[in-house]
């Protein structure tokens, strides 16, 4: 069940990295005509947030019931095998999963209904912060996972 609950996360996680990381781009990006980037802004960023929010909610709902097995069945092994760097690079994206979450509510208000006279370096931001935080979560949970694999 653990396994099944894994790899639900992560195709949640890799969904959610792609709109997040889809949404930073077109927010930051140069919209020269003709570019990489401007293809980007042809879909707009706020589009995107509904989504951001909901997977958010879903990959940290999946990530913490998985965690209780990681907790409880890889992390005494990872201890003993004095793998500290990666146990530390793990617990600072718990620290930063949970400030995430925290932010979820201000990055939907200013996404909302985005108007061309606001500012837009708080939308900016925020989806900068969330896109830093996911792909940290992303990375971190992949190399720890496969140091021993999952289960082992």
Do not use: C
């Not at 996360?9 to 570019?35: C, E, F, K, Y």
């Not at 005494?76 to 925290?102: C, N, V, Y």
């Amino acid at each position: 069940m653990a396994t099944i609950l894994l790899i639900i996360h992560g195709l949640v996680a890799v969904a959610l990295l792609g709109a997040l990381t889809h949404q930073t781009l077109a927010t930051w990006a140069p919209g020269r005509s003709g570019s990489f980037f401007s293809r980007f802004r042809r879909v707009p960023p706020a589009s995107f947030t509904n989504a951001v929010v909901i997977l958010y909610v879903i990959a940290a709902l999946l990530g913490a019931i998985v965690y209780l097995y990681f907790r409880v069945d890889i992390r005494p092994s990872l201890e003993r095998a004095g793998h500290w760097p990666a146990l530390g690079f793990f617990d600072i994206k718990e620290h930063f999963i949970s400030i995430g979450a925290a932010l979820l509510p201000a990055y939907w208000v200013y996404w909302r209904r985005p108007h061309a006279d606001e500012p837009h370096r708080m939308r900016a931001a925020l989806t900068a912060i969330l896109a830093f935080i996911v792909w940290w979560g992303f990375l971190t949970g992949h190399v720890v996972n496969n140091i021993m694999g999952f289960g082992s």
